[in-house]
């Protein structure tokens, strides 16, 4: 009969031992049915009001097999059933309906049913379930002698011995092994063998509980077997890696060999500590999962650091992104006028333009071509200290007169702004070894943006000091200020601070402090930044005076550093990084 009724099996089912389960639960429920199909009949002859219950009989039985095809819960429907065939046979025979036929037709089914259920059964609780059934039968016959009483205390047995043994069949093992083949399997865990492996071997129910294990597992996790059976295994893996543990496990449910590495809590007398453990998981013949587990904080490692060279390339891919897009816009604009006005003084279809006119053109696309240079330059500096391959060229020098150039440029750019700029050269001022095309680029970034981001009225000041060790260019503003979140952003490529009214007036690649952080770093040096939102930035940039040997390629590196940012206010500003 179970191989009949295999077909209406929910096929979420996987677990042959269920499938039989439930195939033999379809056969009782069909035949539990027609039994009270025809206890009612009688009744319904004699009583027209009980012409429907034939009727309500199929029904119900179809719903119990509809519901246990849908769901799969053969505890749940085996429950209904009882109730449902107990209420209606108690209802039957209090109306005195062929009572003692009806009694021997539903003591079949329990007869057969217990028999399946019970061939190892535990006495005491078939002999608890007895009295249990004579006791209810007999209170609701009210311990009256009539033969009906009699045959309803009888069916009320019988249907309470099926109920019994439908919840101890539920009960069993996935296979249909008894619990001491069940054990007796188990016990193969506790060989000498099994101490000696480099791991743990561990026998898991399909839920993924754990059912047994070797005795290496105190060693692995700190506590032995019998702390972790049930649900306790699964309660000490991390939070974050619960979620490995059940697709490994609905992997090897599935025939499939499932592995997985998961943070486990480890007994410890201290504060809470995790071990990684990897796990394999694969299925036995009986529908148990099997497992070896192992401590392996090699393989952990190497997956956190593949994690972070992911996270790492999304990075790289973020700012290669924000690289097309600003240098795009950047390169694009110069070329536009470039192009624009050289076609305008080139074109046979419009007259000549005025020798004024056209040394007007002709400054524009020079200023535009010096635009699109300084753009392209500093793209070639930055991918140069990117790649190692920027060289640095020390020679001695005054710094002070390296000053000259960049502050002229500023000057220039200041006046057309309403900004004044000052120096100060400190009287300790000595000759300097380092790269002085590099110190000289770091001024004219450094003195451009601060004049850039100073509104009309401002002042930008240069100073240059010597301690002895360190040559240092200090460059301070009254411009708009930076806020303190922003300022770990600072020194990024193509990082361009946002929500600046003011800023959106000026553009920019976002190059300007990257250049200034990288060429310090590569002759040893380091940049600082102090800046409080409506006050003004502080840039300070110290290069060692004497030089250094070994190479610095820091620029990529999304952290600040030795760059000291300390903290301001909010700030609804943006300035070119």
């Known amino acids: ?22 195939s033999r639960l379809f056969g009782a429920i069909l035949t539990i049915t027609v039994l009270l199909i025809v206890l009612s009949v009688p009744l319904s002859s004699t009583e027209p009001a009980y012409l429907a219950f034939p009727f309500l009989a199929g029904a119900v039985g179809c719903i119990l097999s509809a519901l246990l095809s849908a769901t799969g819960r053969e505890t749940l429907c085996a429950i209904l059933t009882g109730l449902f065939a107990f209420s209606f046979a108690a209802l039957t025979l209090a109306k005195g309906a062929n009572a003692p036929g009806i009694a021997l037709l539903i003591m079949a089914v329990p007869v057969v049913e217990v028999w399946w259920a019970l061939r190892r ?53 996935s296979s249909d092994a008894p619990m001491a083949e069940l054990q007796a399997d188990t016990k193969l865990l506790s060989y000498p063998l099994m101490e000696n492996l480099p791991g743990v071997v561990a026998i898991f129910a399909r839920d993924g509980e754990l059912l047994d294990a070797s005795g290496a597992i105190e060693d692995l996790l700190g506590v032995g077997t019998a702390h972790l059976l049930g649900a306790s295994f699964f309660e000490r893996i991390h939070v974050g890696d619960r979620v490995l543990w059940l697709n490994a496990v609905a992997d090897a449910r599935e025939g499939k060999e499932a592995r997985a590495l998961m943070r486990m809590r480890v007994a410890t007398s201290g504060e809470v500590t995790f071990s990684d453990i990897a796990v394999r998981l694969s299925a036995d013949p009986e529908g148990r999962l099997v497992g070896f587990l192992v401590h392996d904080p090699e393989t952990a490692e190497r997956q956190r650091e593949l994690e972070a060279l992911r996270e790492e390339a999304k990075v790289l891919a973020n700012v290669r992104n924000r690289f097309l897009a600003t240098v ?22 419009v ?13 524009l696309i020079s200023c535009s071509g010096g635009h699109l240079l300084k753009v392209v330059n500093a793209i070639l500096d930055v991918s140069k200290m990117e790649a190692g391959t920027y060289t640095v060229q020390r020679e001695l020098f005054d710094p002070a007169e390296a000053l000259d150039m960049p502050l002229s440029i500023a000057i220039q750019q200041a006046e057309a702004e309403g900004v004044s700029v000052t120096r100060s050269v400190g009287g300790n001022m000595r000759q300097v070894n380092a790269d002085r095309r590099s110190v000289q680029q770091i001024l004219i970034n450094l003195l451009s943006n601060a004049v850039k981001f100073t509104p009309s009225g401002g002042r930008v000041e240069v100073e240059l000091n010597d301690d002895g060790r360190n040559f240092t260019m200090t460059v301070r503003d009254t411009g708009i200020g930076i806020a303190e979140e922003d300022l770990p952003r600072l020194g990024k490529p193509f990082v361009q601070l946002e929500d600046s009214s003011l800023s959106r007036q000026h553009e920019g690649a976002g190059l300007g402090l990257s250049l200034v952080r990288g060429l310090a770093e590569l002759q040893g040096g380091m940049m600082r930044i102090h800046s409080r939102v409506g006050e003004g930035t502080t840039v300070t940039v110290s290069i060692p005076n004497r030089g250094v040997d070994e190479p610095h390629k820091l620029i990529t590196d999304a952290r600040p550093h030795e760059s000291s940012i300390e903290p301001n206010h909010d700030c609804e500003q943006r300035r070119t990084a």
């Open 351 to 363: 007259p000549m333009p005025s020798v004024e006119r056209q040394r007007e053109y002709a400054g």
């Open 1 to 22: 009969m179970s191989a009949a009724f295999d077909r209406f099996v929910n096929r979420d089912v996987t677990d042959p031992a269920r499938r039989r389960r439930q």
């Open 121 to 173: 059964p535990v006495l005491t609780g078939f002999a608890a379930t007895l009295a249990a059934g004579t006791g209810l039968g007999a209170l609701l016959t009210g311990w009256s002698t009539s033969s009906a009483s009699l045959w309803g205390v009888t069916a009320s047995v019988g249907l309470l011995l099926w109920i019994s043994s439908l919840l101890l069949r539920m009960r069993q093992p």
């Open 328 to 349: 795009s816009h950047e390169l694009r604009t110069p070329l536009n006028a470039i192009i624009g006005f050289a076609d305008m003084m080139c074109c046979d279809t």
